[in-house]
């Protein structure tokens, strides 16, 4: 397997989306960042530290660890991902298996509301997005100009000095 791939592979899986982060990565998502999702794998385009990295779930983190070309994955250990070195540590079948692993892994960990609204056919998702966008720019404005009024009341009941 190598990176073009991977990606081809990881776009198969359902309710994936794909980000460009930090530098040369490409972030695989599981739902929209709009909605809550979560990251389930990351490319490294640079390879520098990695060519991939992605959750493992914490039954098989260790496991995964006694492969040779197979590490930790920096900053991301302590919630059980796993990084390789190279494409050759597994063979293609393995990548597959193990990136699906990780997309259900990180899908079962969404909100259940979450997961309904990624259940939703792809127009109504995309409308509710917007309005929840909308419906959140108003509750903001709302808190704010509560907030506003509180203070200007708490002003005026402060006793004046004389």
């Known amino acids: 397997m190598d990176a073009e791939r991977a990606r081809e592979f990881?776009?198969?899986?359902p309710h994936v989306c794909e980000t460009k982060q930090w530098g040369e990565n490409l972030v695989f998502w599981t739902g929209d960042k709009a909605i809550g999702g979560k990251m389930f794998c990351?490319?490294?385009?640079d390879a520098g530290g990695g060519v991939i990295s992605f959750a493992a779930g914490q039954e098989r983190f260790y496991e995964l660890q006694e492969r040779d070309g197979l590490f930790p994955a920096p900053y991301m250990a302590r919630?059980?991902?796993v990084a390789a070195k190279g494409w050759s540590a597994l063979r293609n079948a393995e990548w597959e298996e193990l990136l699906r692993a990780a997309h259900e892994i990180t899908f079962a960990k969404l909100p259940p509301r979450t997961r309904a609204v990624l259940?939703?056919?792809?127009?109504?998702?995309e409308k509710l997005i917007r309005?929840?966008?909308t419906l959140l720019a108003q509750r903001a404005a709302a808190e704010k100009s509560a907030k506003t009024a509180k203070k200007a009341a708490m002003k005026a009941k402060r006793p004046r000095k004389s």
Do not use: S, Y
């Open 42 to 45: 990351l490319l490294n385009l």
């Open 131 to 133: 309005e929840g966008r």
């Open 119 to 125: 259940e939703m056919p792809a127009r109504t998702r």
């Open 79 to 81: 919630i059980f991902w």
């Open 10 to 13: 990881l776009l198969t899986l």
